[in-house]
């Protein structure tokens, strides 16, 4: 069983940064694939970044560049870096988790933190 907290959402200008933890729980962390996922209101929830177990990553595409996933295996905790973030951005953002590698399929993981929301301003 692995338990996920997220935290550092928040509100933000247009431009600005943020970053997200996401704190999981269990002693097998560096096994487990990590993604972000979002959902802003009225839409479907979709990818945002993932991060596998050996450290690959991939991003969707509207926020390449602009974000960036990382993994610190000691502090059994996934980040989501976000600059120059956009209105479009706002979203409930949730972090999950599966075995070894990533996928950008909601449902093929496991588990799932109860999110943090951000929002930014125009």
């Known amino acids: 069983q692995v338990q996920l907290v997220e935290s550092g959402g928040g509100l933000v200008q247009t431009g600005g940064s943020l970053r997200l933890s996401c704190a999981a729980s269990?002693?097998?962390?560096?096994?487990?694939?990590m993604g972000w996922f979002r959902q802003a209101p009225g839409k479907e929830r979709e990818f945002v970044a993932g991060?596998?177990?050996?450290?690959?990553?991939s991003y969707a595409d509207s926020v390449k560049g602009r974000f960036t996933i990382s993994r610190d295996n000691a502090k059994n905790t996934v980040y989501l870096r976000m600059s120059s973030l956009k209105p479009e951005d706002t979203a409930v953002y949730y972090c999950a988790a599966k075995f070894l590698v990533h996928t950008d399929l909601d449902s093929l993981y496991d588990y799932w933190g109860q999110g943090t929301q951000v929002t930014v301003s125009s």
């Open positions: 991060i596998s177990a050996g450290g690959g990553t």
């Open positions: 269990g002693r097998t962390f560096s096994r487990y694939a």
